[in-house]
T-cell receptor, first 110, second 111 residues
Framework: QKEVEQDPGPLSVPEGAIVSLNCTYS??????FMWYRQYSRKGPELLMY????GNKEDGRFTAQVDKSSKYISLFIRDSQPSDSATYLC??????????FGAGTTVTVRA | SQTIHQWPATLVQPVGSPLSLECTVE??????LYWYRQAAGRGLQLLFY??????ISSEVPQNLSASRPQDRQFILSSKKLLLSDSGFYLC??????????FGSGTRLTVV
């Protein structure tokens, strides 16, 4: 069993739709949770960083963490074509080594 | 502000040739530094990480090596490349409470 499982996708949604991305994990000791966005042929960029259960909002992005279920989600509201990218979840015990999901490719159709 | 530089952006090398990829960080001191590899359509695989000068931890046994000769410099090397070394190599630095910042990556093709 992989340490971090991410819904593989790909996802294709119309502009303005809500995008929902999910990851589950097996190690209950993970404390820090992140979402990265990666455009084609570029390095990943950090979107959201959280360390507690609950929701965190940043503009159109909401990160949700449920430690009891070992489940994290990222929601993108009012999606735009510029949101088309691969989204990676990541988590860590102590901020030294991240464990990544395999990524979900999202296409937002204009 | 902190920035991370990684070069070259693209590299085509023959099997058996040596490799040297360099990464430098600006605007921070004593960062945790990382080398990752991303195969096509797959997630990120941690290769090496370093918490200080000369301190290297290897995550995956292979023909690659890493060195940290200076506080903000991280180098990935190989004496003899294999076809299986092809991939997208990413350098990153980490800061507690802020996640990782990645470089722009090096796309390596071994032919």
């Amino acid at each position: 069993q992989k340490e971090v499982e991410q819904d593989p996708g790909p996802l294709s949604v119309p502009e303005g739709a809500i995008v929902s991305l999910n990851c589950t994990y097996s190690n209950s000791a993970f404390q820090y949770f992140m979402w990265y966005r990666q455009y084609s042929r570029k390095g990943p960029e950090l979107l959201m960083y959280t360390y507690s259960s609950g929701n965190k909002e940043d503009g159109r992005f909401t990160a949700q963490v449920d430690k009891s279920s070992k489940y994290i989600s990222l929601f993108i509201r009012d999606s735009q074509p510029s949101d088309s990218a691969t989204y990676l979840c990541a988590m860590t015990l102590n901020d030294y080594k991240l464990s990544f999901g395999a990524g979900t490719t999202v296409t937002v159709r204009a | 502000s902190q920035t991370i530089h990684q070069w070259p952006a693209t590299l085509v090398q023959p099997v058996g040739s040596p490799l040297s990829l360099e990464c430098t960080v600006e605007g921070t001191s004593n960062p945790n530094l990382y080398w990752y590899r991303q195969a096509a359509g797959r997630g990120l695989q941690l290769l090496f990480y370093s918490v200080g000068i000369g301190q290297i931890s290897s995550e995956v046994p292979q023909n690659l090596s890493a060195s940290r000769p200076q506080d903000r410099q991280f180098i990935l090397s190989s004496k003899k490349l294999l076809l299986s070394d092809s991939g997208f190599y990413l350098c990153a630095w980490g800061s507690e409470g802020y996640g990782y910042t990645f470089g722009s990556g090096t796309r390596l093709t071994v032919v």
